[in-house]
T-cell receptor
């Protein structure tokens, strides 16, 4: 079965700093989803990457997919307190969006 | 457009009781899924459906049943609740390139 490893597990950054979260898969990535979750709440869909080399942006958040490395990275530029939360990556298992395997998440804190 | 709705938000059950978690979507998505989220375990797939009348098991299906009689609804049934089923349950609705989650149901089994 596919496993996703996220790094780092937790991150504390000062407001205004840039940061990167990585998601590495044990198998070939066909579809990679990024979500943000605030404590006690549901998951907010950020973006989905499908093709190697693909890059997408959502406000100040950019994600890239490196097919060869079986890895996706999420980059936040000029972090704000509103970026705080848990970031989760999910990968399609079996080529369908109805079956995602998730990483255990990266907890981000943004200090003033 | 409400997206994905789940009821109830919170539930406490006693061991052996049964209940149904409700999930509905108004985006006309074919795909729907149920996940549970536990500390240190992340999100794990319980059951999923690729269309009305079609369901299949995910990673952790034991103790749960699902059915999909309409495109909009995908209820999750706990047959005989056990303390190991204490968790937060999320329903999701998908199109080929995006998946949206409901707000979750926090279930405690005593």
């Amino acid at each position: 079965s596919q496993e996703l490893e996220q790094s780092p597990q937790s991150l504390i950054v000062q407001e205004g700093k840039n940061l990167t979260i990585n998601c590495t898969s044990s198998k070939t990535l066909y579809g990679l989803y990024w979500y943000k979750q605030k404590y006690g709440e549901g998951l907010i869909f950020l973006m989905m990457l499908q093709k190697g080399g693909e890059e997408k942006s959502h406000e100040k958040i950019t994600a890239k997919l490196d097919e060869k490395k079986q890895q996706s990275s999420l980059h936040i530029t000029a972090s704000q307190p509103s970026h705080a939360g848990i970031y989760l990556c999910g990968a399609e298992a079996g080529g369908t969006a109805s079956k995602l395997t998730f990483g255990t998440g990266t907890r981000l804190q943004v200090t003033l | 457009n409400a997206g994905v709705t789940q009821t109830p938000k919170f539930q406490v059950l006693k061991t052996g009781q049964s209940m149904t978690l409700q999930c509905a979507q108004d985006m006309n998505h074919e795909y729907m899924s149920w996940y549970r989220q536990d500390p240190g375990m992340g999100l794990r797939l319980i059951h999923y459906s690729v269309g009305a009348g079609i369901t299949d098991q995910g990673e952790v299906p034991n103790g749960y049943n699902v059915s999909r009689s309409t495109t909009e609804d995908f209820p999750l049934r706990l047959l005989s609740a056990a303390p190991s089923q204490t968790s937060v349950y999320f329903c999701a609705s998908s199109s080929p390139y995006e998946q949206y989650f409901g707000p979750g149901t926090r279930l405690t089994v005593t």
